[in-house]
């Protein structure tokens, strides 16, 4: 079992920069793919960024590439989500999730196990 909570959320103006951290509980970190999701209001949830479980391999979609970075500290139980030049369109909730077990590279929700109760980023133009 692996419980996640989001934290680092808020208000920010365009051209700002957020952290959101996700510290997740058991055993089992260390050896999951860690994703972060975001949904908009009115849209589906859709796939941002995820870190495999070495912290080697990472991944982004389009429209975050060389704004947001993703990394994680297996030591604390922790992945990352830093969000630099933010725009208005990033505005939505943010989720972290654990892929399945030594899972190289989750994109579907459905490969994803667990996952965090959301924290708002809305960024104002």
């Known amino acids: 079992q692996v419980q996640l909570v989001e934290s680092g959320g808020g208000l920010v103006q365009a051209g700002g920069s957020l952290r959101l951290s996700c510290a997740a509980s058991g055993r089992t970190f260390s050896r999951r793919s860690m994703g972060w999701f975001r949904q908009a209001p009115g849209k589906e949830r859709e796939f941002v960024s995820r870190?495999?479980?070495?912290?080697?391999?990472?991944y982004y979609v389009d429209s975050v590439k060389g704004r947001f970075t993703i990394s994680r500290d297996n030591a604390k139980n922790t992945v990352y989500l830093q969000m630099n030049s933010l725009k208005p369109e990033d505005t939505a909730v943010y989720y972290c999730?654990?892929?399945?077990?030594?899972?190289?590279?989750?994109?579907?929700?459905?490969?994803?196990?667990?996952w965090g109760q959301g924290t708002q980023v809305t960024v104002s133009s």
């Open positions: 870190i495999s479980w070495s912290g080697g391999s990472t």
């Open positions: 999730a654990a892929g399945r077990l030594l899972m190289t590279a989750p994109r579907e929700e459905y490969e994803y196990d667990y």
